[in-house]
């Protein structure tokens, strides 16, 4: 099991930026990191993940380009970089974790949690 604790989310004018941090505890040789968000009265939704194993990422297409997941191995620790914020960005941001590869985007897969943080944009 891996314990994940977030930083703290902030608040954003539309195009600005925020990076996010999330520090995990255990062993994550060969899972799947990846950042969730959900706002208020939608469904639970995967933004970004990467594969421990190999590196690979994975974008919503909501996020390509404006997005960069990473994750420091020497230090446990991913990373969300959000960059051109916009209003609809704003959501609860969760770190996930699964020990298995990244092709699953269904939040219930994932085992293991953050408490979340609140990412907040103003228009």
């Known amino acids: 099991q891996v314990q994940l604790v977030e930083s703290e989310g902030g608040s954003v004018q539309a195009g600005g930026s925020l990076k996010l941090s999330c520090a995990a505890s255990g062993r994550i040789s060969g899972y799947c990191m990846a950042w969730f968000r959900q706002a208020p009265g939608k469904e639970r939704t995967r933004v970004a993940a990467v594969y421990q194993s190999s590196g690979n990422t994975y974008y919503a297409d909501s996020v390509k380009g404006r997005f960069t997941i990473s994750l420091e191995n020497a230090k446990n620790t991913l990373y969300l970089q959000m960059n051109a914020l916009k209003p609809e960005d704003t959501a609860i941001y969760y770190c996930?974790?699964?020990?298995?590869?990244?092709?699953?985007?269904?939040?219930?897969?994932?085992?293991?949690w953050g408490k979340g943080t609140q990412v907040t944009v103003s228009s």
């Open positions: 996930a974790a699964m020990f298995r590869s990244c092709w699953v985007e269904n939040p219930s897969e994932y085992t293991d």
